[in-house]
Nanobody, 115 residues
């Protein structure tokens, strides 16, 4: 099982980025997939989850209305579209899946929001 995030980078406040999480070793269509983020000295923060049905659970309070999680089962990839980015969105963003009790994280991708 492998999760590989990409798409992070430096963006100005108000800008947008789309993160990708390419999965291998399992079919994302059968599992809930999630995004979390973490800044130094803080606990990992929940961002969003997409269900295997394609629906979503409530987003993290700090990203509601600005971020959207989606999936492409054919590409076995999960996305996080981030709009109206703020400096406080600066973090390492991680992809996560729980496969019947086994928890897997990607290596993370850095997002920096700064002018």
């Amino acid at each position: 099982v492998q999760l590989v995030e990409s798409g992070g980078g430096l963006v100005q406040p108000g800008g947008s980025l789309r993160l990708s999480c390419a999965a291998s070793g399992f079919a994302i269509s059968s599992y809930y997939m999630s995004w979390y983020r973490q800044t130094p000295g803080k606990e990992r923060e929940f961002v969003a989850t997409i269900l295997n049905s394609g629906g979503t659970t409530p987003y993290g309070d700090s990203v509601k209305g600005r971020f959207t999680i989606s999936r492409d089962n054919g590409k076995n990839t999960v996305y996080l579209q981030m709009n109206s980015l703020k400096p406080e969105d600066t973090a390492v963003y991680y992809c996560f899946v729980n496969l019947r009790g086994l928890r897997y994280w990607g290596q993370g991708t850095q997002v920096t929001v700064s002018s």
